[in-house]
C-alpha cells in the first residue's frame, strides 16, 4: 500500500473511534462486573461477562426496562406513522396541484428549525386540559409533529419523481381521483414511506425533551428511562447495569439505522438540501 | 356527482391542517394566554391576565441573558468546529470511501444514537472513579483535568457534541464533493493542477452552498441544545451550562413560573424566527 492510503486508513480508524468512543466505552463497561469496575476504569476487560445485561433484562421492581422499551415502540410508531398518512394526500396536492406551496408548505417545513422547547410547555397545559398527559398516544401525537416537516418535505419529493404520463394514462382511463391516488400514486411512493418511516421512527425513539416534561410513569419513553439509572439512590450509581440499560436502549434504532444506512444517509442529505 | 379540483385540494390537506391546528393551534392560544398572565401549578385552570409584566420580568432576568449568550457561542462555535471537521474528513477519506462505502455507515453511527444517551454515557466516561477518560490521563500524564467543573464544562460539552454531530456535516460534504463533475477535476488535471490548489480553487467553490447549509443548520442545532447538556450536567455548576432550552425548562418545570416560561419562548420563537428568516434570505441570494 502507498503511505498516503495507509494514512488515509488511520485518519479513518482515528476518526471511527473517536466519534465512537462514548457508544464504545459504554459497551465495554457493560461488560464488567461491579467489582472489576471499581478496580479497572481502562478499556481492557480482564474476565467480561453478561451479568449487567442479565440484571438489566430480568424484570425486578428497581426496574422493568419493558415498560419503558414498550412505551417507546408506541409512541415512536404512532410518532412516525401518523405523519406519512396526514402528509401524504397533501403532499400530492402540493406537486400535483401548486397548493399549499406557497404558504403551508414552507410553513411546515420551517417547523422543524424551530426549537422544541417552544412547544412544549404551551402542550403540557394543553395535555393537562384533555387528559393527554402521560400517556403514549399523547407522547406519540407530539413526536409526529417533530416528525412532519421531514415527512412532508421526503414525500412531496417522492411524489414529484413520479412520471406524469403515469397519471396521466390513468386519467384516459377514466379514473377518478381517489382511484388515482390510491392505485397508482401510493404504490409507487412506497419506498419513500418506508424512508420517512425508517427515520421517522429513529428520530421519534431518541427524542427526550417531550418524554421528559409529558410523561412521568405510565408512558416513560425508554431515552428518560435510562436516565433515572444515574438518579443516585444511596448507593451511587451502579455503572455496570447503567452502561447496560444505555447499550439497550441505544440498540433499536442503531440496529434500524445500520441496516438502512443509505435510505437515511439519502433523507438526511436531500432534507437539509432542499429545506 | 364530481368534485371541484379545489374542493378535492380542501379535502386532501385537511387531514394534515387539521392536526397541525389540533396540535399547534391549541397550544399558540394558550401561549399567547398564558404569556401575558400570571399562574402557577396551583392556579393552573385559572390564569390571571397582567399584561407585559411576564416579558418585562423575563428581559430584566440576567439569566435569560446568560443563557441566550450561551446559546449563542454554542451554536456558532460547535458549528464552525463541525464544518471544518467534517469537510476535512469528507474530502480526505472520499477516495476511500468510492471503494469502500460501508465506511460511512461506521462514521455516521453518532447520529443514530440519542444526544440525551450520548450525554448519560459521557458520564460515564468521564467520572473520576469509573470512566476510562480520567484513567487513562492519570496513567499517562500524571494528572486529570475536572472535565465537568465550572471552568472547563463548556469544552467538554462542546467536544460531546462536536463528536457526535461531525458526522452530520462530514455526510453533506462527502454528497457534495462527490457530485463534483469529474471533467471539472480532469482539465484542471490536465492544465497541471496540484491537489491542494484544486481543493483550494476548484472543488471548494463548487461545495460552498453545502457549506452554507451545513453550518446553517448545525448553528441552528446547537443554538436550541438541550438533550445531552441536561442529561451530562443539568443546568451545569452554578447554571453555566444554562442553554435557551435548558432556562425555559427550568423556569417552567423546576420554578413553576408559568407565565414566565411562556414568554421566555415567545420571545425564543421570535428569535429563532427572524435567524431563520434571515438564513434563507441569505441562502436565496447565494444561489
Known sequence: ?275 | MRLLPSQENAILASPMVLFLLALLGFPVVLSIIYGFSEASFQSLMSPKLIGIANFQLVLQDSAFWDAAWFSLRFGVITALLECVLGLFLAVYLAPLIRENGWMVAVLIIPMIVAPAMIGLMYRLVLHEFAGPVPYYFYEWLGWSPSFLSTGMVFQTIVVAETLQWTPFAFLLFLTAYQAIPQDIREAAAVDGTRPWRMFWKIELPQMLPTLFVAGFIRFIDGFRVFDNIYTLVGAGPGGSTTSMSIYIYETFLRRGEIGKAMAAAILLFVVAFAILALGQSLMRKRR
Open chain 1, 1 to 275: 500500500m502507498k503511505p498516503h492510503v495507509i494514512l488515509r486508513w488511520f485518519v479513518f480508524v482515528t476518526a471511527a473511534l473517536v466519534m465512537n468512543f462514548p457508544v464504545i466505552a459504554t459497551f465495554i463497561t457493560a461488560l464488567k462486573a461491579p467489582a472489576e469496575i471499581a478496580r479497572n476504569p481502562s478499556l481492557v476487560v480482564h474476565n467480561p461477562t453478561i451479568e449487567n445485561f442479565v440484571t438489566v433484562l430480568t424484570v425486578s421492581d428497581r426496574l422493568n426496562i419493558y415498560h419503558y422499551l414498550w412505551n417507546s415502540l408506541i409512541a415512536a410508531s404512532i410518532g412516525s406513522i401518523l405523519p406519512i398518512v396526514v402528509a401524504f394526500p397533501i403532499a400530492w396536492a402540493i406537486v400535483r396541484r401548486g397548493y399549499g406551496r406557497n404558504i403551508l408548505f414552507p410553513l411546515v417545513v420551517n417547523l422543524r428549525a424551530l426549537p422544541l422547547v417552544i412547544f412544549a410547555v404551551p402542550l403540557y397545559l394543553m395535555f393537562s386540559v384533555v387528559n393527554l398527559l402521560d400517556t403514549r398516544l399523547g407522547l406519540g401525537l407530539v413526536l409526529a409533529v417533530v416528525n412532519l416537516p421531514l415527512a412532508l418535505m421526503l414525500l412531496v419529493n417522492a411524489v414529484a419523481e413520479i412520471p406524469i404520463e403515469l397519471e396521466e394514462a390513468a386519467r384516459m382511463d377514466g379514473a377518478r381521483l381517489p382511484r388515482l391516488i390510491l392505485r397508482i400514486v401510493l404504490p409507487l411512493c412506497r419506498p419513500a414511506f418506508i424512508t420517512t418511516f425508517v427515520f421517522g421512527f429513529i428520530t421519534a425513539w431518541n427524542e427526550f425533551l417531550f418524554g421528559l416534561i409529558l410523561t412521568t410513569q405510565k408512558a416513560v419513553p425508554m431515552t428518560v428511562g435510562a436516565s433515572f439509572f444515574f438518579a443516585t439512590s444511596g448507593g451511587g450509581v451502579q455503572w455496570g447495569v447503567a452502561a447496560a440499560v444505555m447499550i439497550v436502549a441505544a440498540l433499536p434504532p442503531l440496529l434500524l439505522g445500520l441496516i438502512m444506512y443509505r435510505k437515511i444517509t439519502g433523507s438526511m442529505v436531500s432534507g437539509a438540501v432542499k429545506g
